[in-house]
């Protein structure tokens, strides 16, 4: 257990409209971040947090923004949701000896 | 362009037997990778890893060996299990693993152990 809680866990939202996801984390890792899981692409890094108030983009970073204001909560944000951000949101940090990511349980999310 | 491949989506063992899990990278630059195990509405489980270092690392059933001339990395389980049974996902990263958290991954295999 890496003690990552993420919510919601499930969510239906209406195209434009804005989403937050929250991530929290029990055990103050420096490393957060968002991946995103869609059939045929595995996961693919949006954002990442390297501390408090820093951040930097992945992979796919369009149309998302993240902040984390302390070191245990890192927010993913869509500030106007559309059809193709409908997926599995997961959540991880570095843990372990420090070359391993840790997922969360994911939040699925469904834009309409 | 995939810098990391699983080229078998799917995988069907008997229980008790060998499963071997395959997957190819591209990228010279990676230096350490990574097995994971997905249960359906779950996240992904950490289950073993391996630096460019080595080409073998064991745990338990868990084997994964490195072939890195070949740019390929394979995952054996014995015995298989049918708890075992779930979507694997192969990831390798640059700068010897996770601070900077940039895993690229496979798109998965999904294994199926029958009893």
């Known amino acids: 257990d890496a003690g990552i809680t993420q919510s919601p866990r499930h969510k239906v939202t209406e195209t434009g409209t804005p989403v937050t996801l929250r991530c929290h984390q029990t055990e103050n890792h420096r490393y957060m971040y968002w991946y995103r899981q869609d059939p045929g692409h595995g996961l693919r890094l949006i954002h990442y947090?390297?501390?408090?108030?820093?951040?930097d983009k992945g992979e796919v970073s369009d149309g998302y923004s993240v902040s984390r204001s302390k070191t245990e909560d890192f927010l993913l944000t869509l500030e106007s949701a559309t059809s193709s951000q409908t997926s599995v949101y997961f959540c991880?940090?570095?843990?372990?000896?420090?070359?391993?990511?840790?997922f969360g349980e994911g939040s699925w999310l469904t834009v309409v | 362009d995939q810098q990391v491949k699983q080229n078998s989506p799917s995988l069907s063992v008997q229980e008790g037997r060998i499963s071997i899990l395959n997957c190819d990278y591209t990228?010279?630059?990676?230096?350490?990778f990574l097995w994971y195990k997905k249960y359906p509405a779950e996240g992904p489980t950490f289950l073993i890893s391996i630096s460019s270092i080595k080409d073998k690392n064991e745990d338990g059933r868990f084997t994964v060996f490195l072939n890195k001339s070949a740019k390929h990395l394979s995952l054996h389980i014995v015995p298989s299990q049918p708890g075992d049974s779930a979507v694997y996902f192969c990831?390798?990263?640059?700068?010897?693993?996770?601070?900077?958290?940039?895993?690229?991954f496979g798109k998965g295999t999904k294994l199926s152990v029958k009893p």
């Open positions: 990831a390798a990263s640059v700068n010897y693993g996770g601070s900077q958290g940039n895993l690229i």
């Open positions: 991880a940090i570095t843990g372990g000896s420090g070359n391993t990511i840790y």
């Open positions: 947090s390297y501390g408090v108030k820093d951040t």
């Open positions: 990228n010279s630059m990676f230096d350490y």
